[in-house]
Each structure stands twice: as C-alpha cells, then as structure tokens.
C-alpha cells in the first residue's frame, strides 16, 4: 500500500516480513487517549507475546519491561548537552561526566554503599563500604598509599602521615 502523492509512505507484507516505509519528512506516531498508552509487544521466545516497552501516557515516562541492551561502545547519553555517558567499550565500562559534581546519593534509611571488586580467587568481596546506619566508612581491606604522598587529617590537615620511599 503506497500513500501520499508520490507514494512516500508504505505499507508492505511480502510473505515473510511485514515492512512501514516512510521516505519523507518524520515518521510520527501519535496516541491522543488521555493518559493512554502506546505499548510494543513482541514475541517472549516460548511461544506467545509480551510487552517490552511502552510509552506511558499516564506517567509521562518510558517504562521498559524487558532488559534493555546496548551494543559495545553504544552510549546511554544523559542530559541536553549529553553531559553524562555511560558505555561499555567490549574491555572497559564507563560512567562519564563532563560538567559539575558527579554526585553518588544512597537515600535508603540507615542503607549502605557497597563497593566490591574481584577477591583474586574467582569471587569478589566488599573492598570499603560508607556505613550509613553507624555513619562511617569502613576498610575492609588494606589501604596503599604511593610514596610522597600523606594521608592529611584535620580542618587543615594538622597531622599527617606520608612516606617518601626512605623516611615516614
């Protein structure tokens, strides 16, 4: 089915795939039922269909009910300017900020941050964890410092610890 005076748009099955073509200008989609939806279905793999993501008229949001991947190297671009990014790049995964504080906020009553890497034996363990019930940050594994510099305590670093490779 073509539509339009040059036959811009399409509609078109060929017996194996069901194909819209749109050749001009954007291709809108419009959902004008007051707090409505537009909900993408697709098959769930065993048989049958399910939802994987729907534009919710309702909560002015895109809810997603089914993982979503992105590719090597695709970013999840946050903010007008893009301003934060986060990507996997196959090696590597990164979480960018490119103007402002990068502000990490636990709001969980008396809940924790957890940071956990690899325990050299296959498994991981927590490294250090800012304690929100007992309002502390606690090591829980051995903490390096690289020679000249100090680890400074106090207002104005009154004391301080440092070893310069020689002398502490």
């Known amino acids: 089915i073509g539509l339009g005076n040059s036959f811009d748009f399409h509609l078109q099955h060929n017996g194996t795939n069901s194909v819209i073509t749109n050749s001009t200008g954007n291709l809108e989609i419009r959902q004008n039922a007051d707090d409505a939806d537009i909900v993408f279905y697709s098959d769930d793999g ?9 534009v919710d008229g309702g909560e002015a949001r895109t809810i997603y009910t089914k993982d979503l991947k992105t590719l090597d190297s695709t970013k999840i671009l ?30 969980a009553n008396d809940a ?26 606690a090591f829980s594994k051995t903490i390096t410092q690289v ?17 310069n490779g020689t002398n502490s």
């Open 46 to 54: 065993s048989g049958g269909t399910t939802e994987y993501f729907r």
């Open 78 to 107: 946050i903010g007008n300017g893009a301003d934060f990014q986060i990507f996997h790049d196959g090696s590597n995964t990164h979480l960018e900020n490119k103007v402002g504080n990068l502000t990490i906020r636990q709001e």
């Open 112 to 137: 924790d941050i957890i940071f956990k890497c690899d325990d050299g034996s296959g498994g991981d363990t927590e490294y250090f964890r800012v304690d929100g019930g007992a309002t502390t940050v």
């Open 147 to 163: 020679d000249g510099k100090y680890i400074g305590l106090g207002n104005s670093f009154d004391f301080h610890l440092q070893h």
